[in-house]
C-alpha cells in the first residue's frame, strides 16, 4: 500500500458537491462513501468515483441477519470497491458468511475480493455511552475482544480508534489491516470525535490506514491540505 493509500478520504459531503470536490484531490488517496452520501445518491456515486481513477471505502458499517449481510457484500464485490466494512456486533455467523461469499465469487471469477474490515466501537463513543447500551468495560477492552473476534472469522482487518491500535498489533500482530479514523492534527478541532490521535501518532503506533474528513472537506485549499497529511504519514516513525 502506497503512502498516498494510507490516506482515507471521507466524503461526507452532498452529492452536488462530490464532482467537484474529487476534482481538486490528486489520484492517490482512498475515498470513503459512507452513508450520508450513498443514501442520497446510491451505487451510482461509487462507479462516478471509480470512472475517475480513484478507489473506494464503502463505509456502510454493515449488520443484520448473515444471509443479508452475505448479499450485501456480494454487492460491494461487484462495485469494485477496494474495501467496505461490517459491524463485528453483528456476530461470528454473520462475518463468516460475508467472508464465504467473497471467497466465492473470487474464485468463481478470478477477480481479487474488496478488502473486509470489521467495526469495533465507534470513534465517537466513550465508556458512559458504551455503558449506556450495554457494553461493560473500557473501549480498549471490547475493541480488543471484537478485534479477536473478527479476525478469527474473516475479516482482513478492522476499524479501530489510533487509541487502540498499539494494544491490538501487541495482541495480534503486524498482518491484519487497521484503519483509524478519528484522526486530528493539534490545530484540528475534534467535533464529535471523542477518542482521536494525530496521523503521526496512528501511523507510528500500527495504523495502516488513517482517515480524515473535516479537515480536508473545509480546507480552502483541499489538494495542499491532503498532500499536508501525506507527508506526514510518509515522514511519520513506527514506534517499537
Known sequence: ???????????DLPKN?????????PK??????????FTSSGPEVVRNVLEKGHKVFLDMKFMDIPNTV????ESAFELGVTMFNVHVLGGPTMIKNAR????????????????????????????????QIGLPGKPAEM?????????????????????????????????FIAVTPGIRREEDATGDQKRVATPSSAIGDGATCIVVGRPILSAADPATETAEFIKEIQ??????
Open 100 to 131: 464465504a461469499k467473497l471467497d466465492e465469487i473470487s474464485q468463481k471469477t478470478g477477480k481479487k475480493p474488496p478488502i473486509l474490515l470489521g467495526v469495533t466501537v465507534l470513534t465517537s463513543m466513550d465508556e458512559a455511552e458504551m455503558s
Open 235 to 240: 515522514n511519520a516513525k513506527r514506534n517499537i
Open 143 to 175: 475493541v480488543t475482544r471484537l478485534t479477536e473476534l473478527a479476525l478469527k472469522n474473516g475479516c482482513d482487518g478492522v476499524v479501530c480508534s489510533a487509541q487502540e491500535v498499539a494494544t491490538l498489533r501487541k495482541y495480534f500482530g503486524e498482518e
Open 1 to 11: 500500500m502506497t503512502h498516498e493509500e494510507k490516506l482515507i478520504i471521507a466524503l
Open 70 to 73: 452475505a448479499e450485501a457484500s
Open 28 to 37: 492517490g488517496p482512498i475515498f470513503k462513501i459512507g452513508m450520508r452520501l
Open 17 to 25: 458537491q462530490v464532482a467537484s470536490f474529487i476534482g481538486k484531490i
